[in-house]
């Protein structure tokens, strides 16, 4: 992944329209000085979300969403923090200025981060697809959790099951040391070359950085309903 001079990325915001880039994805409307629309990340039916032009900023007097243009293209693009500014940069007609003195990051993070991701779809096209998954979808309904907000949050299922993680990714046994260094699988004792998955039956919340990248994820065991 390139490194992106830092001064050009402090100063960014203020050569761009942030009104004209978040206008391409979310309607808005005058209103006064500023500018406002219903707020993409969360159902609502009155205008919360505004725009402040002269502040380069966003705030969503509902759930309490705000930043600047390049927090917005992240949200709303899910979209890495390089690739938002590219992104921002590039409807801008600005050209983006690469730090060519940055030492590069180590390739294996490089790894770490498509593989982390991997996961996270997994883990959701598993609260999609699973046969198991009525129960976790019933505990998220039952603790107010709607399809919309799993989706914003990236939800996910881990199925029952000791292998279910590993048995999706035992043909690449780079995925499966990777895997194991992230503790995403654990070693059986005494029993070399046999895993199992960390996390099982429970429902999954992905962990991102700043950069929006999925570091980690934290599970939550499922209650017996009824």
């Given at each position: 992944?390139?490194?992106?001079?830092?001064?050009?990325?402090?100063?960014?915001p203020n050569?761009?329209?942030?009104?004209?880039?978040?206008?391409?994805?979310?309607?808005?409307?005058?209103?006064g000085?500023d500018?406002k629309?219903?707020?993409?990340?969360?159902?609502e039916?009155?205008?919360?979300?505004?725009?402040?032009?002269?502040?380069?900023?966003?705030h969503?007097?509902?759930?309490?969403?705000s930043g600047?243009?390049?927090?917005?293209?992240?949200?709303?693009d899910?979209?890495?923090?390089?690739?938002?500014?590219?992104?921002?940069?590039?409807?801008?007609g600005?050209?983006?200025?690469?730090?060519?003195?940055?030492?590069?990051?180590?390739?294996?993070?490089?790894?770490?981060?498509?593989?982390?991701?991997?996961?996270?779809?997994?883990y959701?096209?598993q609260?999609?697809?699973?046969?198991a998954?009525?129960?976790v979808?019933?505990?998220?309904?039952?603790?107010?959790?709607s399809?919309?907000?799993?989706?914003?949050?990236e939800?996910?299922?881990?199925?029952?099951g000791?292998?279910?993680?590993?048995?999706?990714?035992k043909?690449?046994?780079?995925?499966?040391?990777?895997?194991?260094?992230?503790?995403?699988?654990?070693?059986?004792?005494?029993k070399?070359?046999?895993?199992?998955?960390?996390?099982?039956?429970?429902?999954?919340?992905p962990?991102?950085?700043?950069?929006?990248?999925?570091?980690?994820?934290?599970?939550?065991?499922?209650?017996?309903?009824?």
């Open positions: 992944m390139p490194f992106i001079d830092r001064d050009f990325i402090n100063d960014l050569r761009v329209d942030i009104v004209g880039l978040i206008n391409k994805r979310v309607a808005l409307k005058k209103a000085k500018f629309a219903c707020c993409p990340f969360h159902e039916k009155t205008p919360s979300f505004t725009v402040v032009p002269n502040k380069q900023i966003y969503c007097f509902g759930c309490g969403e600047g243009v390049i927090d917005f293209i992240m949200k709303y899910h979209l890495a923090f390089v690739e938002a500014i590219e992104t921002v940069a590039g409807e801008s600005v050209s983006v200025v690469y730090d060519q003195t940055a030492k590069p990051v180590d390739k294996r993070f490089e790894r770490y981060n498509k593989l982390m991701s991997e996961l996270s779809e997994f959701q096209n609260l999609k697809q699973s046969a998954k009525k129960k979808v019933d505990y998220a309904k039952n603790r107010g959790i399809g919309t907000i799993a989706k914003r949050f939800l996910g299922f881990a199925p029952p000791w292998t279910n993680l590993y048995d999706a990714f043909d690449n046994d780079e995925a499966i040391q990777d895997l194991l260094t992230m503790g995403m699988l654990v070693p059986k004792k005494d070399k070359d046999d895993f199992y998955d960390r996390f099982r039956d429970r429902l999954m919340f962990i991102h950085n700043t950069k929006g990248n999925v570091i980690g994820f934290g599970g939550r065991v499922l209650i017996k309903q009824g």
